[in-house]
């Protein structure tokens, strides 16, 4: 069975100082990983996706399939980037459905 | 802009009352789904539908029921509500085709 793994419940950097959330996951399939992020009073909305090999509010993910990991970094934290981050992960087959991990918080102090 | 909206924000109930939660969208999506959101355990899938009528276990079903009569909404079933289903619940809805899925605000549901 899948799995989704983020170490650290909570993160807190300073305002500029770069950021890495980490994810990690066991697949025995070919994964397609998710950045979900959650803001204070929102619902929770698509970050990116690997497959995208985008850049989303400056933020960027590789796969390394090597390692099993996805995590998540952006050089230069900004206070609005204080939030809570699911990595996901999406079945190849079969039903589709999202495995997400037990998330981190990012803090952002001034 | 997709729209998922939950019936509920807040819900409080008693042990042992049915608890309905509804969640519709307005987007003409196939799929939808049910997780509950809990501190240090993410988000769990409760249950998933492909289309109308059509449902699937999720990997925390227990406890739960879900019915989908009509394309558009989805809802979740506490047969007898225990405290131990006191959570958050989060509704989400995919084009079948796609794989980005859209959630609903929340509803915090709160067994006393």
């Known amino acids: 069975a899948q799995r989704v793994t983020q170490p650290e419940k909570l993160l807190s950097v300073f305002k500029g100082a770069p950021v890495e959330l980490k994810c990690n996951y066991s697949?025995?399939?070919?994964?397609?990983l998710f950045w979900y992020v959650q803001y204070s009073r929102q619902r929770l909305q698509l970050l990116l996706r690997?497959?995208s090999r985008e850049s989303i509010k400056g933020f960027t993910a590789d796969l390394n399939k090597g390692e099993t990991s996805f995590h998540l970094k952006k050089p230069f934290a900004q206070e609005e980037d204080s939030a809570m981050y699911y990595c996901a992960l999406i079945e190849s087959s079969g039903r589709r459905a999202l495995t997400f991990g037990s998330g981190t918080r990012l803090q952002v102090q001034p | 802009d997709v729209k998922v909206t939950q019936s509920s924000r807040y819900l409080v109930k008693r042990t042992g009352e049915k608890v309905f939660l509804e969640c519709v969208q307005d987007?003409?999506?196939?799929?939808m789904f049910w997780y509950r959101q809990d501190p240090g355990l993410g988000l769990r899938l409760i249950y998933f539908s492909y289309d109308v009528k059509m449902k699937e276990k999720g990997d925390i079903p227990e406890g739960y029921s879900v019915s989908r009569e009509k394309k558009e909404r989805f809802s979740l079933i506490l047969e007898s509500a225990s405290t131990n289903q006191t959570s958050m619940y989060l509704c989400?809805?995919?084009?079948?085709?796609?794989?980005?899925?859209?959630f609903g605000p929340g509803t915090r549901l709160t067994v006393l």
């Open positions: 987007m003409d999506h196939e799929n």
């Open positions: 697949y025995s399939g070919s994964p397609e």
């Open positions: 690997h497959i």
């Open positions: 989400a809805s995919r084009l079948a085709s796609t794989d980005t899925q859209y």
